[in-house]
């Protein structure tokens, strides 16, 4: 099983990003499937996931702003994230059972 994010980047507050995660060695319909983050000197928490019925949940802190989705054929997860704010800065990680990916690093700061 192998996960490929991509997608951060730096970004003004306010602005966005559109996160991707890509799976190989697993059918990504299959599983629940979720992006978490770690911000700087912050333990890695959860900020969103979609279950495999397409159910989507939510961290408080980002709701409204950030929009999780999965295209199942072309094995890849998304997370839209909107109205960027600094505290929003961490890298963020997919996950699907104990796997996790790389982790694609997000700044926002003007």
């Known amino acids: 099983v192998q996960l490929q994010a991509s997608g951060g980047g730096l970004v003004q507050p306010g602005g966005s990003l559109n996160l991707s995660c890509t799976g190989s060695?697993?059918?990504?319909?299959?599983?629940?499937i979720g992006w978490f983050r770690q911000g700087p000197g912050k333990e890695r928490k959860g900020v969103s996931c979609?279950?495999?019925?397409?159910?989507?949940f939510y961290a408080d802190s980002i709701k409204g702003r950030f929009t999780i989705s999965r295209d199942n054929i072309r094995r890849t997860l998304y997370l839209q994230l909107d109205s960027l704010e600094p505290e929003d800065t961490a890298v963020y990680y997919c996950?699907?059972?104990?796997?996790w990916g790389q982790g694609t690093q997000v700044t926002v700061s003007s």
């Open positions: 060695g697993f059918s990504l319909g299959t599983y629940d």
């Open positions: 979609i279950r495999r019925d397409g159910t989507t």
């Open positions: 996950h699907v059972l104990e796997y």
